[in-house]
Structure formats: C-alpha cells, structure tokens
C-alpha cells in the first residue's frame, strides 16, 4: 500500500481553526475515501469520490469538506464546524467503487 | 443502507489454536465482503476477501465463508502465531459500491503464549 501518502502523521487543532489533511495516491485509481476512525470502533465513512471533479457524502459529513480536482489528490478539511475532530483519520482509495480499497497510514488530528 | 454487525469485540486465543469472527449485514444486494487487519496505530491491510458468488475462499491459514441465505459470513483463522494478533474488521459494500464499504466495530484478537 505503499501508493498512498497522508500527511502530516500529527495534527493539532486550535479552537475555531480550519485543517486540512492531505491524501496522494500513484496507484492511477478512481475512488479516493475518507474515514474517521474513533478508539473501539470501526471505521466510518466521511466522503468519497468516483472520479475526478465529483464526490459524494458519507455517513459523517458534517463539518467536513473535500475537493477533486485531480486524480492523485484528495484533500479533506475539517472546518470549526466539527465540534469533536480528535480521531484517526484513513485515506483509502480503489480501481473503482467496487474494487478493494487500499488505505494510507493515517493522521492522527488532536485539539489544543 | 447497510448495516454490519461483528462479534465477537474481543477474542483470546492460544497461540496454536482456531480463531473464528463473524459478522452479518442486512443488504441482500451487497456483493463484496472484504477483510482488513489493522495493528495498533497503522493502516488497515486487507487480508482477504470474497465475492457473493461463492461461498468460501482460503488463503493458506486464512479462510473466509459466506453464507448469503443468512446474510452472514466468517473469517477462520488456523494455527494461530502471535503476529495474528490484531483487531480485524469485516465490510460489506453494496449498491454497486455507490454506498462505500460499511465496516463492523472490529474484533481484537488476542493470540495467547
């Protein structure tokens, strides 16, 4: 899985701050994920996108944004909307919607 | 949407010994049930997977069986060695993929000396 790059590792947060998380594949897939991921639970889906210039919402989209203007990238804001961001944030991608998903290393996001 | 539930939480086992986690879903349209294990702070790797038109798949150790009727299926693990410990996570994804992979709340297994 060495085709997907998340960065930073660490992330901190201040109050009423906006971060953005980034996500690089190389892998030439469509489908770029993201999921949060909480001590004792699995992982929930945020966004994802099919191709490039379209994404959709998952289950937890509030307080989150993303973008896709090119194949390789998937960056994921948390806006100050999201009132409890500390988690494990994974970046997965696929061939397609219905391929194995293949995920980064993940960023862990902590408040100040 | 789907709907995966997972059990058990937690499982110990001695090292040597079956491992046994299942899991059901409620969408009789999803297709796909992979599974991830994930070592604490790294990424989930998948390790298996099986598709809806068969009903079982080994891996060497790792075997995973799907029973589409009850709409659950399992992942088996034999021999177990210490490097199985982990939490491992079952998915099912449906609607064509169009509603993503839903994830169980995993299970840690714990391989006993």
């Known amino acids: 899985d060495g085709g997907i790059t998340q960065s930073p590792k660490y992330l901190f947060r201040k109050e009423g701050q906006n971060v953005t998380l980034s996500c690089e594949q190389n892998l030439n897939h469509d489908a770029m994920y993201w999921y949060r991921q909480d001590p004792g639970q699995g992982l929930r889906l945020i966004y994802y996108?099919?191709?490039?210039?379209?994404?959709q919402k998952g289950d937890i989209a509030e307080g989150y944004s993303v973008s896709r203007e090119k194949k390789e990238s998937f960056p994921l804001t948390v806006t100050s909307a999201q009132k409890n961001p500390t988690a494990f944030y994974l970046c997965?991608?696929?061939?397609?919607?219905?391929?194995?998903?293949?995920f980064g290393d993940g960023t862990r996001l902590s408040i100040l | 949407g789907e709907n995966v539930e997972q059990h058990p939480s937690t499982l110990s086992v001695q090292e040597g010994d079956s491992a046994v986690i299942k899991c059901t879903y409620s969408d009789s349209a999803s297709n796909y049930f992979p599974w991830y294990k994930q070592e604490l702070g790294k990424r989930p790797q998948l390790i298996i997977d099986i598709r809806s038109n068969v009903g079982e798949k080994k891996d060497q150790r790792i075997a995973v069986t799907l029973n589409k009727t009850a709409k659950h299926f399992s992942l088996h693990i034999t021999e177990t060695q210490p490097e199985d410990s982990a939490v491992y996570f079952c998915a099912a994804i449906s609607g064509g993929g169009a509603d993503g992979l839903t994830f169980g709340k995993g299970t840690h297994l714990i391989i006993q000396p």
């Open positions: 996108s099919q191709i490039v210039n379209d994404f």
């Open positions: 997965a991608s696929s061939i397609n919607l219905n391929q194995p998903q293949h």
